[in-house]
C-alpha cells in the first residue's frame, strides 16, 4: 500500500489534471504532499510505536490512511486532493516503521533474513507494480480507482493485524523527547520540501536555499538536543555501529537511484516511444519479477555469505544497471533497455533486504520501532532526493539543451524548454510539427542521461563503501534492562 502509493499516483497525473482542471504547479504536491509528510513524520512514529504498542499504531495507521485514500478518491478539487495526499502521508508514517519493527520481534534472529526478505519483496512490488495497477485501473474506470483500490486493503489489514498480530514495544521505554520530536520533524519537512520545490523554484532560488537552510540548522539542532538531553529520542550511539550507519546511507542512495529510474524511464517510453500507460507498465515486471525471485531466496544468500557482501553485490549492481539505462539514446528499443531491467531487479533483490536486515541486526530489539523508522526514514528520504534533485539536474540540462537549439525558432520554441524536460514531445509536435520532435527527444534524453548516471554513481559509491566493511552475519544485540520490564497483559 505505501509504496504503491508512491508511485501508481504518477500514472494518472494527466487524468486527474484534465478532470479537476489542476494547475502545473498544484499536480505536483498531488505528489509530493504524500513524500513530504511521511518523510517528516517517520522517525517519529517509530519512536511512538516503541512506547504506545507498535500493533496498536499499525492499525492506527491503516485506518487513517484507508480513510485518507477514500477522502482522495471522493476529493472535487486539488485542494482537497493535495490535502488528504497529505493525511495519508500521516498514516503511512504510522505504518511504515512499525511493520518492520514487528516483524522483526515476530521471528527469531535465525529466520529474520528469511522474513525481510519476503517483506521487502512485497514493498518492491508494490513500488514497481504502481504504474502497471495505475494504467489498468485508469484504463477500466477513472482516476479515483487509484485511490479506492486501497480501501479493500487497508480493512483486510486491520483485520487481519488484530487477529494475529500481537502486541510488542520497548520493555524500558525513556520518556518522550518532545523538543527533539519537534525538531526532527520540521528538519525532514524543510529538507523534504527544499528538495521537492528545485523543479519549479531552481536550485538557487531563495525559497529552495531558504528551506533547505532551514532545514540544515534545525537538523544541527536536533543533534545538539540529542548529545545534551538525558533521554534522547533518538540515541546517536546508534550510528557509531558501523553497520547500521552504512545500511542508512545505502539506503538512501538505493532509492534515490530507483526512483529517479522509475521515473525517467516510465516517461522515455511513454512519451518519446510513444507507448501507453499501461504498456509502459507492464514493462516494469521485468524488473519486478529478478526482484522478487531474488528478494525470496536473499535470506538464504546472506546465510551463506554474510549481508554486507550480499548488499555489496546488489548495489553494484543496481548501480550497473542505472548506468545502461542513463547510456540509452532517443532511438533505442526495450530490447536495448531489456539488460538493466534485468540487472536492476536482479541487484536490489538482492541488497534491499540485506540493507534491512543488516542495519536492524545492529540495534537491540527493544529499540526496532526507533531503528526501522531511522532506515525507513533513509529509504523516503532517497526517494524524494532522486524525485526532486536528481530529476532537478535532468530538467536543468534538457532546458539548457533545448533552448540553445531553440533560439533560432523564436521565444515561442523556447518557451517550451519545461515540456520538453518533461518529455512532453507530442506538445512539441502540435506547437511546432514533427521536424522538431527529434531535437525534443534528444534534449529530453540528455537529461536523462546525465540524471542516471549520477545515480549510478551513488549507487556504485555505495557498493564500493559497503565492500570496505567485510562480513557482519551477527545477530540484533539486546540491551540489558534498566529494570524489570512490566507484565504483559493477557
Known sequence: ?????????????????????VTAANLQWVVNAYVVVLAALILVAGTIGDRAGRRRMLVLGLVIFTAASTACALATDDPQLVAFRAVQGIGAALMAPLALAILIDAYPPERRAWAIGIWAAVAGIGFGAGPIVGGALIAAFDWS?????????????????????????????????????VLAAAALFCITFGLVQTESHGWTSAQTLGFLAAGFVLLAGFVVRERTTREPMLPLAIFRRRPFTLATLTYVALYAGLATALFYVSLFFQDVKGWSALQTGVSWLTMNVPFLVASLFAGRVQQRFGAIRVVAVGATLGGLALAGFGLLSAGSGFLAALPSFLALGLGFGLAVPAVSAMGMAAIEAERAGLGSGVLNTARQFGAALGVAALVSIGATIARDDW????????????????????????????????????????????????????????????????ATAGSYRGSPRRAPPARPPAPRRP
Open 1 to 21: 500500500m505505501l509504496l504503491l502509493d508512491v508511485t501508481i499516483v504518477n500514472v494518472a497525473l494527466p487524468s486527474i489534471q484534465s478532470e479537476l482542471g
Open 145 to 181: 480507482a487509484i485511490f479506492w483500490v486501497n480501501v479493500p486493503m487497508g480493512v483486510i489489514g486491520v483485520v487481519l493485524t488484530l487477529a494475529y498480530v500481537r502486541e510488542s514495544r520497548d520493555p524500558t521505554p525513556r520518556p518522550l523527547d518532545l523538543p527533539g520530536a
Open 403 to 466: 533552448t540553445s537549439h531553440a533560439e533560432s525558432l523564436g521565444s515561442r520554441a523556447t518557451g517550451l524548454a519545461p515540456l520538453v524536460a518533461g518529455g512532453e514531445t507530442a506538445t512539441v509536435q502540435k506547437e511546432l510539427g514533427a521536424a522538431q520532435v527529434p531535437a525534443a527527444a534528444d534534449a529530453f534524453v540528455a537529461g536523462m542521461r546525465v540524471a542516471l548516471l549520477v545515480a549510478a554513481a551513488l549507487s556504485l559509491a555505495a557498493g564500493a563503501l559497503i
